[in-house]
C-alpha cells in the first residue's frame, strides 16, 4: 500500500485491547504515533490526544506497537467505526468553521511531540 502518514482514506486503529477507534488525525511521534480522536476539538486534550508507542511498520495495514492500523472498511466490514466516521463526516460538513484550521492542528501536534513541518 503506502506510508501511513500519505493515506488520504479514513483510517483506524486496533488497540490492543481490542478497542476499535477512527482517527481524526494522526501524525509520526518520536515514540511512534501521536492520534486525535474523532471530536478531539470538543474535549479535553489530556483524553483525546494519545500516543501508541511503538516502530511503525509495513505498508498497510500497519503495525505501530502491539496496534494495528488500517484503512477504515465499510459498514459491512466495520459497522460500528465506520457509522461514527459517517457521523463525523456529517458534523464536519455542517460546522466546518468550528474545526481548528491546518496551522491550529499541526501546532497542537507539534506540542504534544509530533515530528511535523507546514506541508503535513
Not at 511503525?56 to 494495528?68: L, N, S, T, Y
Amino acid at each position: 500500500m503506502a506510508d501511513i502518514f500519505s493515506v488520504k482514506s479514513p483510517l483506524m486503529i486496533r488497540l490492543p485491547s481490542g478497542e476499535k477507534r477512527v482517527m481524526a488525525e494522526c501524525f509520526a511521534h518520536p515514540r511512534g504515533l501521536l492520534y486525535f480522536d474523532l471530536y478531539w476539538h470538543l474535549h479535553d486534550l489530556a483524553q483525546a490526544l494519545h500516543i501508541v508507542a511503538g516502530p511503525i511498520k509495513g505498508e498497510g495495514p500497519w503495525k505501530v506497537g502491539e496496534a494495528v492500523v488500517h484503512v477504515l472498511g465499510c459498514h459491512g466490514t466495520d459497522p460500528e467505526p465506520a457509522s461514527a466516521f459517517e457521523d463525523w463526516r456529517q458534523y464536519l460538513e455542517q460546522n466546518a468553521d468550528g474545526y481548528p484550521p491546518r496551522p491550529l492542528i499541526l501546532a497542537i501536534a507539534r506540542r504534544h511531540g509530533a515530528a511535523v513541518d507546514a506541508a503535513s
